[in-house]
C-alpha cells in the first residue's frame, strides 16, 4: 500500500441513496476505488450507535430524531472508499471543507443538493476504521487495510463463489452455459449489490380487481406496484419496434412472450430504489414467464390469487369499459381474456398453490371486504 493511501468510509442514507449512481461515478473518475459497499439497515438502536461512534470524542453525540430517523427509515449505503489522500479528494467533491468533520457544519452538500445529514463520511484512519467495523461486522477491515489479497478474496468473494460452484454441481440437469449461470448466481446472491427486496406476485382474472388492490397494498405498506399490462402498454405507446405485436395480443387478449414483458419489468426494476419490495400486477401469465423471472431477477414470496367468478368479471369490465379507453375493454376481448386467463394463467395458480407459494382470496366481495384479508398476509411477510 502506497504511503498516503487512505482507507475512508462513506455512509449514504435514504435521499442521498437516490444520487449514489453519481457520487460512485464522481469517486471512481478521482480514482477512488470502491473496495467495498454493502446496503445497511439500521435500526433505532444501531442508528443511535453510530451517531455515537461518528461524534468526535469531544462533542455530545447527536441523537435528533430527523437524523435517526433518515438512518433507519430505508436501507442506508454504506462505502469503503480507498485512494492516496483521500481527504482532499472527499473535500473536493463534499465541498471543500477544511476538516473531515466540517461535513457537521453544514457546507457538504452543495454539490449533490442533498441534506447535510444524509451522507456520513470521514477519513480519519481510526475513526472510518470504527465505523467500516461497526457497520460491517462481518468485514475482515484489518486485512483489508493491509492490503493482503488474499484474506480479502477470502473474506468476500470466495465464500459466494464457492456455495455457487456447490449448487451447481448439486443440480440434477446441468445448465447449458455454466458461466453464464454462474454470473447470475453470484449478482442474485450478493449481500453487498442491493437489500433483497420482497417480491409478490399478484394474479387473478381481468377485472377481479387486482390493481384496485394493489393501489391499497402501496398505501400501507409502500412496495413498489408495477402492473405488467401497464409497462407493455407503455411500450406499445412508446413507439418501440415491439409496438404492433404488443397492439394487436392485447386485443386480442393473448399473452406477450415473456422475454419482452420481463425485460420491461427488469428495468423498471432496476429504476426504483426507494421501495422496500414489488407488488407485480398480472404476471407471471404463463408457467414458463415464472420459471425465467426466477432465473433471471429472482426468487417471488408468494402468489397473491385474487378468484373470483367471470360474471362478475365481465360486469366490472364492462363498467370500466365505459371510461377505460382500453382496447381490450369490450365484450369480445373480454371473453378472449377469459378463455387466455383459464387456459394458460390458471396452471400458473394451480402450479404455485401446489408448492405453497400461494394464497387466495376471495375477491367477488367489496373492496374493503377483500383489502382486509389481503393485508393479513402482507402484515406477515413484510
Ligand atoms: N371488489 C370490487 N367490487 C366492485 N368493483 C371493483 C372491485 N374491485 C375492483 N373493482 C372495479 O372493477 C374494475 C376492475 O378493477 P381492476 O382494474 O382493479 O382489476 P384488474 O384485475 O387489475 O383488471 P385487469 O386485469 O383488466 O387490469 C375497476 O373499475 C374497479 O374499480
Ligand atoms: O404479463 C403480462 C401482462 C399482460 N399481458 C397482456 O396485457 C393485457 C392486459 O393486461 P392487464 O393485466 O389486464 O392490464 C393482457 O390481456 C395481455 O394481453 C401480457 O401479455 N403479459
Redesign the pocket.
Known amino acids: 500500500m502506497a504511503e498516503d493511501d487512505l482507507f475512508g468510509f462513506l455512509l449514504l442514507s435514504q435521499t442521498a441513496v437516490s444520487k449514489r449512481a453519481t457520487i460512485i461515478k464522481d469517486l471512481k473518475q478521482q480514482d477512488c476505488e470502491i473496495v467495498y459497499q454493502e446496503w445497511v439497515s439500521l435500526d433505532l438502536d444501531r442508528a443511535k450507535k453510530f451517531l455515537q461512534l461518528y461524534s468526535k470524542p469531544d462533542e455530545q453525540a447527536n441523537y435528533e430524531e430527523d437524523k435517526v430517523n433518515k438512518l433507519t427509515e430505508n436501507s442506508c449505503l454504506a462505502l469503503v472508499v480507498k485512494k492516496t489522500q483521500l481527504s482532499a479528494t472527499f473535500k473536493e467533491l463534499f465541498d471543500g471543507q477544511t476538516s473531515q468533520r466540517d461535513v457537521e457544519t453544514g457546507l457538504f452538500s452543495t454539490k449533490y443538493g442533498l441534506p447535510v445529514d444524509s451522507f456520513y463520511y470521514s477519513t480519519d484512519k481510526n475513526n472510518a476504521k470504527e465505523c467500516i467495523e461497526f457497520l460491517f461486522p462481518n468485514l475482515d477491515i484489518h486485512n483489508m487495510m493491509e492490503n493482503n489479497p488474499r484474506k480479502y478474496l477470502e473474506s468476500t468473494v470466495v465464500p459466494i463463489l464457492t456455495s455457487g460452484l456447490t449448487q451447481l454441481c448439486k443440480m440434477e440437469q446441468k445448465p447449458e452455459h455454466p458461466c453464464e449461470w454462474l454470473g447470475q448466481y453470484l449478482i442474485q446472491h450478493d449481500p453487498t449489490l442491493s437489500p433483497k427486496k420482497k417480491i409478490y406476485f399478484i394474479l387473478?382474472?381481468?377485472?377481479?380487481?387486482?390493481?384496485?388492490?394493489c393501489e391499497k397494498l402501496v398505501e400501507e405498506f409502500h412496495l413498489c406496484h408495477l402492473?405488467a399490462?401497464d409497462l407493455l402498454r407503455k411500450e406499445m405507446q412508446s413507439g418501440s419496434s415491439h409496438g404492433q405485436l404488443i397492439d394487436r395480443m392485447i386485443r386480442d387478449g393473448e399473452i406477450v412472450p415473456g422475454h419482452i414483458t420481463i425485460e420491461l419489468l427488469k428495468n423498471a426494476m432496476e429504476e426504483q430504489t426507494q421501495s422496500s419490495g414489488f407488488l407485480i400486477?398480472?404476471f407471471p401469465r404463463k408457467l414458463d414467464q415464472a420459471g425465467a423471472f426466477e432465473k433471471w431477477i429472482g426468487d417471488f414470496e408468494f402468489i397473491l390469487f385474487?378468484d373470483c367468478p367471470q360474471e362478475e368479471m365481465e360486469q366490472?369490465?364492462l363498467?370500466?369499459g365505459q371510461v377505460?379507453g382500453r382496447s381490450?375493454?369490450n365484450l369480445d376481448s373480454i371473453r378472449k381474456?377469459f378463455t387466455t386467463f383459464v387456459e394458460t394463467t390458471m396452471p400458473v395458480v394451480e402450479y404455485y398453490r401446489s408448492r405453497d407459494k400461494l394464497v387466495q382470496v376471495d375477491?367477488?366481495?367489496?373492496?374493503e371486504e377483500?383489502y382486509k384479508d389481503i393485508r393479513t398476509y402482507f402484515i406477515e411477510s413484510t
Open positions: 387473478g382474472g381481468p377485472g377481479s380487481g387486482k390493481g384496485t388492490q402492473s399490462g400486477d398480472g385474487l366490472r369490465l363498467k370500466r377505460s381490450d375493454d381474456r375477491a367477488s366481495r367489496s373492496v377483500v
